[in-house]
């Protein structure tokens, strides 16, 4: 094994080269390596041309702030950059890699992020491509853009295929020809573990496709081990890969936290009574899953608040799973979850989810439309991409999608008397057409899936033809609160029912 220092890690990126990047969020990320390559350019010009391949957006933000100069930011600079391949991009759209997408001074393509880590992994196996019938009928859809994000981006990189009649998309190999990755730690041999990481997030496919594509693989680690002091299941590469590593000793924040990676338990504090619309929002999801479901959770309101309202209302007979990996324990910002029960890795999670594992999904929304389809890729002026959400639909049977009816300004107060709006927001959420089919919603009922919408002011069943309001929450008038506030034509059902009142307020918050 080659120790070596971030400066002469970044020498080994050629101008013109494929690199892939490690990370989701701030986790897992060789932040001193893409560092180190954005010093180098800075100083000197080179390397120049480069396309960046990443799992998903790599930043240290939270929530969809902060994140500047941090992670892809740093690489954001026109000339560096050639091309990015990646599922999601900055929730933040001042940030500098969407400002370069948006001004048009790097190619850009938003892939699923399932999909992404499945290529990967087809092109380390030596194969000539992958072929998938996920995202079908959505903006990755070739007759629908194949996910090209702006002007800049005129090469196509998949195409459609059919194999035994079912229609798939198609992507070729994504050779690499560096890999810039991030482990807790490497021995004396070279092998890389992950013992005090949250997830791998596909680590191992980006260490993979770059080696098997002639590459150079370089680490960045926390520490140095003797060969055999950590359990060998906690590797995750062997040393074999590996061209060289970088130490780097310190991580950031909760990067490293025992309770989120899995070396230790911990007793959780009650959850906050704070009711904001997003917490009626969740506790109304929560209250409609069945008993011992499995539930994937999505980016957002799901991953963020339906955890929080789900151990308030003591339903801990639900087990969680997050994309990124956790399964068990309660999810919370970042894919991560307290207490998690196991960990896979990426390829493994998108196996289970694209075959339909889970029993439901919990999933955010920012646009929807006449026929259902929801859209979270892009909307609004914000470019957040799809991350794993087309995988996802592909394959969970049963769906909801949470979100308000309105934002920009809302203000809304809950009690057991119903819903009080005070300012109504200044955007719909629902309009005509969306910006991006993410979802595809009359495809997805035809195939058999279920899917309902969740909002602060009702529920709505999506149907063959359209949307359905099924269920409305007390307080709200129906025609001022809501269907004045949708652009299209919505059924309501001939048996519209009341949701109940007690779904308004936590009932941990109550005094006894």
Known sequence: MQVISSQQAAELVPDGATIAVSGGGYRVV?????????????????????????????????????????????????????????????????????????????????????????????TSAGRRGFATPVGIGTFVDPRQGGGKVNAATREEICRLTSLEGEEMIYYPRLPVDVALIKASAADARGNLYYDREAFDHGTIELALAAFQSGGKVIAEVNRLVETGEIHPRMGRIPGRLVHGVVVQPGDWEDEQDPVLTGAARADLPAPAARNLPRDVIARIAVSRLPKGAMVNLGAGLPMYEVPEQARG??????????????????????????????????????????????????????????????????????????????????????????????????????????????????????????????????????????????????????????????????????????????????????????????????????PA
């Open 313 to 510: 209302m003591g339903r801990d007979d639900i087990y969680f799973t997050v994309e990124q990996g956790p399964f068990g324990g309660w999810p919370k910002v970042g894919g991560v979850s307290r207490n998690p029960e196991i960990i896979l890795d990426q390829n493994e999670v998108f196996q289970f989810y694209e075959g339909g594992g889970p029993d439901v999904s919990i999933l955010s929304f920012g646009e929807v439309d006449a026929q259902g389809n929801i859209n979270v890729s892009r909307f609004s002026g914000m470019l957040p991409g799809c991350g794993g959400f087309v995988n996802i639909v592909h394959g969970v049977r049963s769906l909801m999608f949470c979100g308000t009816l309105t934002t920009g300004g809302l203000e809304e107060s809950h009690g057991p008397d119903g819903l009080h709006i005070t300012t109504e927001g200044r955007i719909r959420r629902f309009v005509e057409a969306v910006e991006q089919i993410t979802f595809n919603a009359q495809r997805g009922i035809a195939e058999g899936k279920q899917a309902s919408i969740i909002t602060d002011r009702g529920i709505f069943d999506v149907r063959p033809g359209g949307l359905c309001l099924t269920q409305i929450v007390p307080g709200v008038d129906l025609r001022r609160d809501l269907l004045d506030r949708i652009p299209f034509r919505v059924e309501v059902a001939a048996d519209l029912a009341t949701l109940p009142a007690e779904l308004l307020t936590p009932s941990w918050a109550s």
């Open 30 to 122: 060789p932040e001193s390596l893409i560092t180190a390559v954005a010093d180098r350019f800075a100083a000197c010009g080179t390397p120049r041309g480069l396309t960046v391949i990443t799992v998903a957006m790599i930043e240290r933000g939270r929530g969809g702030k902060g994140g500047a100069s941090s992670g892809l930011n740093r690489l954001a600079r026109e000339g560096l950059m050639k091309r990015v391949i990646t599922s999601s991009f900055s929730r933040a759209s001042s940030n500098e890699l969407n400002m370069l997408i948006g001004a048009n001074k790097t190619e850009a393509y938003n892939i699923p992020m399932g999909t992404l880590v499945q290529l990967l992994r087809a």
